[in-house]
């Protein structure tokens, strides 16, 4: 069965700190991969997501993923973060000729200024 | 439209109470979704509808029945929950292939008394 690992359960970083958030994922075929944010109070937000061609792909909000097959992962990266980042971060895979996605268990990302 | 909504915001209920969460999308995506987010927990896929059809049951219990009345209607139909049961339930679609994105809804926030 298909899993998902988010190893950074909690982050804490100052404005202007650099952020990588790693996803591990546990299936050998095609996958779909997914990055939503959920800030405080509100409903999941897609910030960027893998589904073919490059493997480094932009999202919004200044956030990027980079998809390395050879070692599962589909880490999440932001140059510069900002107080409003504060929120928690969901890795999420869809396993190809499938309907199903799962989430990681998140990373809750603080943000000082 | 591109948006999922889901009604109602948040639902009280008694344990030997009968109600139901809809769901209702406007973007001719295929498959519709439930999900359960507990509190500073991942969402846990429930049910998938491909073409108004049930495709999966993550093992749900039967106190949760699921409906699709057509392709734009998702309900979630709620009898005998336990207190154990209160949740954040999120409706989600996607497009074909799946690949292409999930799109979720702000949930109904459920509390069992």
Known sequence: AQSVSQHNHHVILSEAASLE???NYS??????LFWYVQYPGQHLQLLLKYFSGDPL???IKGF???FIKSKFSFNLRKPSVQWSDTAEYF???NAGNTDKLIFGTGTR???FP | DTEVTQTPKHLVMGMTNKKSLKCEQHMGHRAMYWYKQKAKKPPELMFVYSYEKLSINESVPSRFSPECPNSSLLNLHLHALQPEDSALYLCASSQDPVGYGYTFGSGTR???V
């Open chain 1, 21 to 23: 958030l790693g996803c």
């Open chain 2, 110 to 112: 459920l509390t069992v």
């Open chain 1, 27 to 32: 299936y050998g075929g095609t996958v779909n």
């Open chain 1, 91 to 93: 890795c999420a895979v």
């Open chain 1, 109 to 111: 990302l603080q943000v």
């Open chain 1, 64 to 66: 990027e993923a980079e």
């Open chain 1, 57 to 59: 792909v932009k999202g």
